[in-house]
Antibody, heavy 121, light 108 residues
Framework: QVQLVESGGGVVQPGRSLRLSCAASGFTFSSYAMHWVRQAPGKGLEWVAVITYDGSNKYSADSVKGRFTISRDNSKNTLSLQMNSLRVEDTAVYYC??????????????WGQGTLVTVSS | SSELTQDPAVSVALGQTVRITCQGDSLTNYYASWYQQKPGQAPVLVIYGKNNRPSGIPDRFSGSTSGNTASLTITGAQAEDEADYYCNSRDSSNGLVVFGGGTKLTVL
């Protein structure tokens, strides 16, 4: 079945780096744009970054621009998020999600189970 | 960037009908998608586009759009429908993504 599994979360000090991964299975990974979405404790969903199906274009939210880099390896069906200069406010569960867009309808399906990143001294 | 506005909390009596709304300028150009999130779980797509349900989503869930407002309707709410609901769409100002702030649904 279509599945996304994140890994790489943990506890990290402010200013340090962490790399998240998302392993995809059950679909043709190289055909889909992929996203990272995060959720701070007790808060709503916040879009983080997107990468096009072939990796040629990447965009990120202003809150992480210049610090986070999204990438993908289509040969390994893997999505990554390199997070540098981490801040306390980056503490969140990070989800990867597949984008399916048809005309004016964009949907995220499925989502991974999420991986928790805690930035704390 | 654009915004999508949702009521923070809504309640419904068991078996009754509830509508959760999502308002924003982007919805005049793009359809919304709706996600259900239960505590400690990842979001799950429940409605997308005009009124499309993924496989496995009960038919008591439906969607509609009017102007700049998208609605998710649950007809005959069940106890298991108690959850947070989020809308999202493409952001018409920059072509990226916008999420609503979420609505906490309580089933009484």
């Amino acid at each position: 079945q279509v599945q996304l599994v994140e890994s790489g979360g943990g506890v990290v000090q402010p200013g340090r780096s962490l790399r998240l991964s998302c392993a995809a299975s059950g679909f043709t990974f190289s055909s889909y744009a992929m996203h990272w979405v995060r959720q701070a404790p007790g808060k709503g969903l916040e879009w983080v970054a997107v990468i096009t199906y072939d990796g040629s274009n990447k965009y990120s939210a202003d809150s992480v621009k210049g610090r986070f880099t999204i990438s993908r390896d289509n040969s390994k069906n893997t999505l990554s998020l390199q997070m540098n200069s981490l801040r306390v406010e980056d503490t969140a569960v990070y989800y990867c999600a597949r984008e399916v867009t048809v005309d004016t309808v964009m949907r995220f399906d499925p989502w991974g189970q999420g991986t928790l990143v805690t930035v704390s001294s | 960037s654009s915004e999508l506005t949702q009521d923070p909390a809504v309640s419904v009596a068991l078996g009754q009908t509830v509508r959760i709304t999502c308002q924003g300028d982007s919805l005049t150009n793009y359809y919304a998608s709706w996600y259900q999130q239960k505590p400690g779980q990842a979001p799950v797509l429940v409605i997308y586009g005009k009124n499309n349900r993924p496989s496995g989503i009960p038919d008591r869930f439906s969607g509609s759009t009017s102007g700049n407002t998208a609605s998710l309707t649950i007809t005959g709410a069940q106890a298991e429908d108690e959850a947070d609901y989020y809308c999202n769409s493409r952001d018409s100002s920059n072509g990226l993504v916008v999420f609503g702030g979420g609505t906490k649904l309580t089933v009484l």
